[in-house]
């Protein structure tokens, strides 16, 4: 599965982004994706993860509540809704996939997107 992350770009505090994560190669069929964001430095930390059907979803605690995944598994695409984006927001966002139930441990999945920065200016 090839992975491509889109969507990032520069916002403003308080703004909205949605970010968007499109599979080929094959099927998306069985795939758990998930968000995971890093800034340098920093080890690499989970945002959101969706589960295949789209029925069990899990945000990380900094972004409970004003994000939104979900996807659209006849488009073989993942979004993340970041909405009331803060300044500690900004980091370079990848997709990521895995077969079964989602995990938040980033070296739990198999496929990665190239990532796409995110940058919230205050």
């Known amino acids: 599965v090839q992975l491509q992350a889109s969507g990032g770009g520069l916002a403003q505090a308080g703004g909205s982004l949605r970010l968007s994560c499109a599979a080929s190669?094959?099927?998306?069929?069985?795939?758990?994706v998930a968000w995971f964001r890093q800034v340098p430095g920093k080890e690499r930390e989970f945002v959101s993860a969706i589960t295949w059907s789209g029925g069990t979803t899990h945000y990380a605690d900094s972004v409970k509540g004003r994000s939104t995944i979900s996807r659209d598994n006849a488009k073989n695409t993942v979004y993340l809704r970041v909405s009331s984006l803060k300044p500690e927001d900004t980091a370079v966002y990848y997709c990521?996939?895995?077969?079964?139930?989602?995990?938040?441990?980033?070296?739990?999945?198999?496929?990665w997107g190239q990532g796409t920065q995110v940058t919230v200016s205050s």
């Open positions: 190669g094959r099927t998306f069929s069985g795939y758990a």
């Open positions: 990521a996939a895995k077969v079964g139930v989602i995990y938040t441990n980033y070296t739990l999945y198999s496929y």
